[in-house]
């Protein structure tokens, strides 16, 4: 029985006390000082849980809503969803699952150059989440494609979720919906591709290389980065 990864105890009390100086200093050590400060970790043990202060609490901020995410979709009755449905809902339910600002902070840190790779795999890691819970057992090259498909998906949704002032998120919602069918157009393309025997002959050599594409062999565990094991906790 593989064992379930949790989060550093210690780094989620620091990132509890951080969230109300983030609002307002962001993700810099200023926030990460306050937060020693107010949850009486002390700071030796603060630079053992989080050793790159604030970066790493906002990357734990952002595992947590994928946490939070895969919870709630576990406990949400989506049975009676087209699978397209399924996934626009996971999307929606990841940005319930966290802070506005909290989140305009972080894009604003992880878009520094030197964190632009950690924030493009905190993204990736958040696709894997949605389609492991979304029970995605593809092995070959449609792992990496679903996964690179979904993270743009979401990426966009989140820059414009954090500009949209509609009612409730109205023209998120909308937004949200014009992407998933877009990609939706796209895999009923290559759906046509497969059955003509024509098109598929064309590509049999290329499709016969991309078959050869498999997925990481720790796809689905919780102790690989970047993957996810169904059941349980993302990893810190």
């Known amino acids: 029985m593989p ?18 100086h983030v609002v307002f200093d962001g993700w810099g050590p200023d926030s990460f000082k306050a937060a020693v400060a107010d949850s009486g970790v002390s700071e ?12 790493d609490l906002a990357a ?5 809503g994928d946490r939070e995410m895969v919870k709630a979709l576990a406990e949400a009755d989506m049975s009676q969803m087209r699978f397209r449905d399924k996934i626009a809902h996971a999307v929606w339910l990841r940005l319930q699952a966290v802070d506005r600002e909290v989140v305009r902070r972080g894009m604003s840190l992880f878009s520094l150059p030197h964190l632009a790779p950690e924030g493009t795999k905190l993204v990736w890691e958040t696709a894997d989440a949605i389609w492991t819970a979304l029970g995605d057992t593809s092995e070959d090259v449609n792992w990496y494609t679903k996964r ?38 796209v895999e009923k393309a290559k759906a046509k591709v497969r059955d003509n025997k024509l098109l598929s002959a064309m590509f049999a050599l290329p499709n016969a290389a991309l078959s050869m594409v498999k997925a990481p062999a720790g796809a689905r565990r ?8 169904e059941g349980a906790e993302v990893t810190q």
């Not at 064992?3 to 109300?20: G, N």
């Not at 109205?170 to 992407?179: G, N």
């Open 222 to 229: 919780a102790d690989v980065p970047g993957t996810q094991k």
């Open 148 to 185: 690179a498909t979904l993270s743009g998906v979401f990426a966009s949704v989140v820059l414009f979720w954090l500009g949209d002032d509609s009612d409730g998120f109205a023209d998120t919602k909308a937004f949200l919906d014009r992407r998933i069918d877009d990609v939706m157009q």
């Open 60 to 64: 734990a901020y952002h595992k947590r």
């Open 44 to 55: 030796a043990l603060a630079r053992v849980a989080a050793p790159r202060g604030s970066v």
């Open 3 to 20: 064992t379930t990864a949790y989060p550093d105890p210690t780094r989620e009390k620091l990132l509890d006390a951080a969230l109300i």
